[in-house]
DNA sequence: AACGGTCTAGACTAAATAGTCTACATCCGC
DNA sequence: GCGGATGTAGACTATTTAGTCTAGACCGTT
């Protein structure tokens, strides 16, 4: 053989493909060079780790999700980016699987590779900082409580609430938005949000 | 030697030690017969596989978890099963960890051991009962939608809420029960639960 | 046509780990 | 004090897995 037979992304498809199925642990060099019949070397060539693989998987899927979720906080817009969770999940049902069904250490544990670090700390970053807007255009400050309300109400809810769907495969239910939306309210309140969103 | 060294709660003490530190992927036949300094025949003649002990491990954590659960709802008080969670984080912080950072599935995974399988089966019965008896008493009917609801407001949330916490190994904060009952309440609303109480 | 870079090909190494097996030590009942 | 039950002791096997290394095929360039 001769050229580039297998590229980073056949790589990174395959990956995808296994742990959507069947987890992060059972990416293995072996699962996925024969789930596309090719070498180990060319899989070498590509990739200087299991690690790089995995963290790549992990930081695209993530920073994929993260657009919509900024994009409502950008329009000021608590209610959405807390509904962002299932409605993404709608869309992407194999992404929302790996990054919502699995934690970061299932992917990679121990350090990152240094070409992955700073993307990790960049997009971690750029979700505490939409907490902390949403904080003080929710409850008007930016303290400790007030951040820990803005987690729970924007993402430990809305993914407890996908989490079992997730699992059986199937698309949260309009059911879903229901229940995340009530939580919303009751936690936000509705008076502040709506001069929020008049400002 | 002679005569009984270590008995099965000595390695079942060195496997929780070694969960809760490390996750229940540690829990290896060398680690934990390392840290008793015992010999691997001896770990075999208790236990059959490894998956026999993490198997009891998660068994005998689950259950104790579950009592404190049980009796809420055997008492009708719905808001002292969701907030069972937390209290029962800050008195087990170690088992918390073990049973809400991990699922079922990083202790054994695959089919269950024979002896087992009863014990699982049962302790997952239980858990649905409570469900369906609080769904009757918060939402008056037993229909998936209340169900749904019961799982949400019993389970998910309390979860969702306390796990940062465990993640930290710190106790969750007295804020965590007011952002669980708020929720609560947004999602069975008042009156019913208090006629429930009452009846 | 020769060359060098790009990539395939897969055998090989090394480490971790579950589980097996045989030998033997100690204790209790007789 | 003898013999079997109980349990220690740890070497050994088999498997899985990440990662290395050498050989050479194909390609465009000169």
Not at 42 to 60: I, K, T
Not at 81 to 95: E, G, M, Q
Not at 117 to 125: I, N
Request: some cysteine; aromatic content about 10%.
């Amino acid at each position: 053989m001769g050229r580039a037979l297998f590229d980073t992304g056949d790589f990174l498809a395959a990956a995808r493909a296994l742990a959507c199925d069947q987890g992060p642990a059972a990416v293995t060099i072996d699962s996925v060079t024969q789930r596309l019949n090719a070498p180990k070397g060319s899989f070498y060539y590509r990739f200087a780790s299991r690690d790089a693989l995995l963290g790549e998987l992990w930081l695209a899927t993530v920073l994929a999700y993260q657009d919509g979720f900024v994009a409502a906080i950008d329009a000021g817009d608590g209610l959405a980016a807390a509904l962002h969770t299932p409605a993404w999940a709608r869309l992407h049902l194999d992404d929302a699987r790996l990054l919502l069904l699995y934690s970061r250490h299932d992917f990679v544990q121990g350090d990152w590779p240094a070409s992955l670090k700073r993307g990790v700390r960049d997009q971690a970053q750029r979700f505490e900082e939409c907490l902390k807007r949403f904080a003080r255009l929710a409850f008007g400050r930016v303290g400790p409580a007030q951040l820990r309300r803005a987690t729970f109400v924007l993402a430990e809810v809305p993914l407890a609430a996908v989490k079992q769907h997730l699992e059986r495969r199937e698309p949260p239910p309009p059911l879903v938005d229901q229940l995340i939306t009530t939580t919303y309210h009751a936690v936000v309140g509705g008076e502040r949000t709506k001069l929020a969103r008049r400002g």
